[in-house]
């Protein structure tokens, strides 16, 4: 007989923020198309982009989603170009600024801004959010960074501590350890972290490792090659979060049944569309990840294009939820090389090949021009590299082959920073692409 999986609280949180007596698609949509009409007239009274980008936009006519889905996108490059043009309120009421470091040549930076409620609204999604995996008896380690006031490790402090659950704010990963150290000394059975950084560290210190019954992965793609050797040595369960900076940090969660995150649909709403078209695509199938942040006082975004691609799933949740499940993120639009024919091959076809090697600390693909794709390995020690690096090179060649014909793949061991020599948590690992 299969084990009943407790419900997710998201469930609980929802009807805690929204007031609703059930989270019924019907009852929750209709509660998300009220908060987004008021949001644009929020955003139009107050921030000088929106007032410009919906001048011909009444939003009293907005009667259902659907008039909703007819409204202009908005862009990582609207950020990029004028972050302050967003700001709702005045500058002297923000509490936090975060700079994302974007790899665009213009030397701009985005920069997201909140207010004290819009960080308070983070930390009490992240407390029903945690609850997902730890209750008060759990001892949590946080590999994120933790430092400053608003930070996300500074926040999940804060989530956690309502629960009274110990919680250790580490940072990012940058000594293994004292990592080791702190596992040990405060008899941690829970780690919030980083795939790589936590990988690395379960190859690194197994000994330590095997006292995790429960793992956090967030702010980047997951490997299911890293979930299963987790699960396989160590027995313990693995949570996805998706999430990012623009969002509020926090997006949704895994339950126990593993198997896609439930949605910050109380602050959040989510849509999949035709990245080409920009239409909405049906539940099971890929799109780009679009939100709107309708609760929030600083910055809110109106149906901001992620990068992320994704698929809201059309089987209900085995947690018994009648909440939308949104299928785990399998990658980013930017994050993918053009082979011929149109075929694309995402980041994490790497990630499933290359990571799932014990042997493998990290690794970092070039694409050099049409034909020529170089990957620097760095591993773990020498023993049977070069076999190693045939079998990667055989591999990645059969897997890039559009008929008959393939790129050529050049792999070699190389200098890649070690996972513990990270500097900024919410970068995402990518593809270079020299074309
Ligand atoms: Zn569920």
Redesign the pocket.
């Known amino acids: 007989m299969n084990k009943i999986?407790p419900?997710?609280p998201i469930e609980e949180w929802i009807l805690k923020r929204t007031g609703l007596s059930s989270v019924k698609q019907s009852e929750l949509q209709a509660y998300q198309l009220k908060k987004l009409v008021e949001i644009l007239g929020y955003t139009k009274n107050n921030s000088s982009f929106y007032q410009k980008k919906f001048i011909n936009w009444d939003y009293h006519q907005i009667k259902c989603l659907d008039d909703f889905k007819k409204l202009p996108f908005t862009t990582a490059d609207d950020i990029e170009k004028d972050p302050f043009s967003f700001l709702c309120i005045p500058q002297h009421q923000v509490d936090r600024i975060v700079t994302l470091n974007t790899s665009g040549t213009s030397g701009k930076s985005k920069r997201i801004f909140f207010s004290d409620a819009d960080l308070q609204k983070t930390v009490d999604f992240f407390d029903y959010g945690m609850r997902s995996l730890t209750d008060p008896t759990d001892r949590v380690l946080v590999l994120l960074p933790g430092q400053a006031d608003g930070s996300i490790g500074d926040l999940l402090k804060k989530a956690l501590g309502r629960t009274k659950t110990t919680t250790i704010i580490l940072g990012l990963m940058t000594d293994l350890d004292a990592v080791e150290h702190a596992i040990i000394t405060n008899q941690i059975n829970c780690i919030v972290g980083i795939p790589i950084q936590v990988l690395y560290l379960s190859r690194s210190k197994a000994k330590c490792f095997g006292q995790i019954e429960k793992v956090l992965l967030s702010t980047d793609y997951v490997p299911n090659s890293m979930v299963a050797e987790l699960h396989k040595k160590f027995n313990c369960r693995v949570f996805n979060h998706y999430g990012m900076t623009e969002m509020g940090y926090g997006g949704g969660v895994?339950?126990?049944?593993l198997?896609g995150y439930?949605l910050r649909e109380a602050d959040l709403y989510f849509e999949i569309i035709n990245p080409g078209t920009g239409q909405p695509v049906a539940d099971g199938h890929d799109g780009e990840i679009v939100f709107t942040s309708f609760n929030r006082q600083a910055m809110p975004l109106i149906r901001y294009r992620t990068g992320d691609i994704g698929a809201f799933s059309t089987t209900p949740?085995?947690?018994?939820?009648l909440?939308r499940?949104l299928k785990k993120v399998e990658g980013r639009l930017k994050n993918r090389i053009k082979l011929a024919n149109d075929r694309f091959i995402d980041l994490n076809v790497f990630e499933e090949t290359l990571l799932g090697d014990e042997n493998i600390l990290d690794y970092q693909v070039t694409v050099k021009n049409d034909s020529l794709l170089s990957i620097q390995v760095s591993f773990f020690h020498a023993d049977r590299r070069d076999e190693k690096i045939r079998q990667i090179r055989q591999k990645l060649t059969d897997i890039l082959s559009v008929d008959g014909k393939t790129m050529k793949i050049e792999v070699e061991p190389g200098y890649v920073a070690k996972p513990d020599q990270m500097v900024n948590s919410m970068i995402k690992r990518k593809i270079i692409d020299r074309r």
């Open positions: 999986l419900k997710t895994e339950c126990a049944a198997n439930h949740c085995s947690c018994g939820t909440l499940t």
